[in-house]
């Protein structure tokens, strides 16, 4: 059995709970006080910005939130003010237009029994051009397909009062291209699913000498290509190797001592100030380590590719993020933030 509703949508995409209705009505923990009630829940999506690509365009038929022993809550109807939608079967976002703390509200005022879900399923329409695509920078548009038609991701512990969830999508790990590039595959490698009242973000300017004048980055044919920001989780003992983008199915070796990156932010140049910037939105609280690397066009986002990071060898950064806040590291020549 499952439960439909219609849902309104604001500018966000975000899961969030709004209101507390009342009524003891349990999940499986009726001891627990934070599990009794109802929660009102609205989600949204996120992402962040992958290189060379105009558009990232998924159409989502579906989200259904589950837990163990009741029936599935099924959201199939959306009204999306953002996107001037009125209870529309499915609805297209490109992911590219909500980088960073930008998001796009798709589900908003949903009740819900506070409990703990095992899963939030996205149902995604695929394997068709006109539906769910990616344009490349020369404007050919490219089949996007999900394996099974489903992203399933672990699902939030709703407590009662107010909560807002995010789906952060990471395009540079989840978002996969075929050896024959005619088809782009999105998996969910990456994507998570964060409590805005706890997530963190982490931002800053990157000094263009990194990638102009420090060497070897200068020797790049074109400076501004290839720039990342990876970033860690923990701090890494120096005798593991800071690795690339990659995924238990590489088709290359990947060595024993590799520490493979949380999360990946590309290099945006600001159109007022001309800096260049990176974000990364809606992080868990914890240690994290930082690092820059100017070599990163040729990143695979299945195969581990040997890449050099960091790159300069001084651009190394621990960072720590606690619950809820705003952490600005400029990344700079001096190796220190």
Not at 7 to 14: C, D, E, K, R
Not at 53 to 76: A, N
Not at 229 to 244: C, I, K, T, V
Request: with cysteine; glycine share 8%; aromatic share 8%.
């Amino acid at each position: 059995m499952r439960r439909n509703f219609l849902v309104l949508a604001g500018t966000l995409l975000l899961l969030a709970s709004t209101a507390f209705l009342g009524a003891c009505s349990c999940g499986f923990d009726c001891n627990n006080e934070d599990s009794r009630g109802t929660t009102t829940l609205s989600l949204g999506f996120s992402d962040a910005l992958p290189e060379d690509l105009k558009q990232v365009v998924i159409e989502v038929d579906s989200i259904t939130f589950r837990r163990t022993g009741v029936e599935d809550v099924l959201v199939d109807r959306f009204t999306i003010p953002a996107l001037d939608l009125t209870s529309v079967d499915t609805f297209q976002v490109n992911l590219l237009q909500y980088r960073g703390r930008n998001q796009l509200v798709v589900v908003t005022d949903l009740e819900l029994e506070s409990a703990t879900y095992s899963q939030v399923l996205i149902r995604v329409i695929g394997s068709d051009v006109n539906r769910s695509y990616v344009q490349q920078a020369d404007d050919t548009l490219r089949e996007l397909t999900v394996p099974g038609g489903v992203l399933t991701l672990p699902g939030p512990a709703l407590a009662r009062g107010e909560q807002d969830y995010t789906v952060e999508f990471s395009l540079a790990q989840s978002l996969q291209g075929e050896a024959s590039g005619e088809l782009y595959l999105m998996t969910t490698e990456g994507v998570r699913l964060e409590n805005n009242a706890t997530a963190a973000s982490l931002s800053g300017r990157v000094d263009s000498s990194l990638f102009d004048t420090v060497s070897p980055c200068s020797e790049k044919l074109e400076p501004t290509e290839g720039n990342r920001l990876y970033l860690y989780e923990g701090r890494p003992e120096s005798a593991r190797r800071l690795g690339d983008v990659y995924t238990s199915n590489s088709g290359t070796t990947v060595p024993a001592d590799a520490v493979a990156p949380f999360a990946v932010a590309s290099l945006v140049q600001n159109s007022l100030t001309a800096n260049w910037e990176y974000v990364f939105g809606f992080l868990p609280a914890g240690d994290y380590t930082l690092a820059f690397a100017c070599n990163t066009a040729a990143d695979d986002s299945i195969n581990f590719d040997g890449l050099v990071v960091p790159q300069p060898d001084n651009q190394v950064y621990p960072v720590t993020l606690a619950a809820g806040a705003a952490v600005v590291c400029d990344v700079t020549d001096s190796g220190s933030c």
